[in-house]
């Protein structure tokens, strides 16, 4: 299990520290919402974290193929919508491949990033446990 710790740190209204193993992260909400903007607010974090996961799972599926991709790059955006309905997020995910690839071998790639493992968490259901200490 990876281990992250988020904390408050004082230096603004909804300012977290984050630590991530050896490295430290600031977290905030934009101005907009009362913060200070100081760091990415809570869902531009998930989406750096399936931007990086995608890219990061290409990257690897296009070496272990010997694919001709020479560059990924993943543009991410959140909205609230109303699916049936139902409140929902929705996070558009548009992903740009550069190198002489097929059709056939982007439409792979496509079916590739729909299966990292960030990806698969975000659009099965999660089981949250929490508790409280003092």
């Known amino acids: 299990m990876s281990g992250v710790v988020v904390a408050e740190n004082g230096q603004g209204r909804y300012q977290q520290a984050v630590t991530v193993g050896q490295h430290h992260l600031i977290a905030d909400e934009p101005v907009s919402m009362g913060g200070g903007d100081a760091g990415p607010a809570p869902f531009d974090l998930i ?9 990061m799972t ?9 694919l ?3 560059h990924v790059s993943v543009a991410l955006s959140h909205e609230k919508i109303t699916l049936d309905g139902v409140a929902r997020d929705r996070i558009e995910r548009t ?14 790639l496509l079916e590739i990033a729909n299966k990292c493992p960030v990806h698969r ?3 099965q259901s999660f089981v ?3 508790t409280v200490t003092i």
């Open 128 to 130: 949250i446990e929490s």
């Open 47 to 55: 989406m750096a974290g399936l931007g990086a996961c995608t890219s």
């Open 58 to 66: 290409l990257r690897m599926y296009a070496e272990r193929k010997g």
């Open 68 to 70: 001709a991709l020479t």
């Open 95 to 108: 992903i740009t491949l550069a190198g002489d690839l097929t059709p056939e071998q982007r439409q792979r």
């Open 121 to 123: 968490a975000l659009t």
